[in-house]
């Protein structure tokens, strides 16, 4: 499985980006993809999380209201759209992908995902 990501960038406090994720190989090592953020010096958190086949979603509850994950499957590709975004969302984000069922994938636990993208910078 490769992950590709792109769409990071620098925005003011309050702005929007879009990241997308084109992901390559085996569809069902795939179904759960998950957009992670990493600041320096902290750990990787989760913040949303999609079950491909059926397109169920879940959120931290930091994110919730701001940010929204969806798919297009035509062309293999996950977003992350922020909103209103705050200077405490600077980060590298990371999309990364597990074959774990659609309860786990939201079920608002992260620990299993199996691969990770190289990473998008967003600072705000």
């Known amino acids: 499985v490769q992950l590709v990501e792109s769409g990071g960038g620098s925005v003011q406090a309050g702005g929007s980006l879009k990241l997308s994720c084109v992901a390559s190989g085996y569809a069902s090592i795939r179904k759960c993809m998950g957009w992670f953020r990493q600041r320096p010096g902290n750990e990787r958190e989760g913040d949303a999380s999609?079950?491909?086949?059926?397109?169920?979603?879940s959120y931290a509850d930091s994110v919730k209201d701001r940010f929204t994950i969806s798919q297009d499957n035509a062309k293999n590709t996950v977003y992350l759209e922020m909103n209103s975004l705050k200077p405490e969302d600077t980060a590298m984000y990371y999309c990364?992908?597990?074959?774990?069922?659609?309860?786990?994938?939201?079920?608002?636990?992260?620990?299993?995902?199996?691969?990770y993208g190289q990473g998008t910078q967003v600072t705000v």
């Open positions: 999609i079950y491909v086949p059926v397109g169920k979603t």
């Open positions: 990364a992908a597990t074959d774990r069922s659609i309860d786990y994938c939201t079920g608002g636990t992260w620990g299993s995902y199996n691969y």
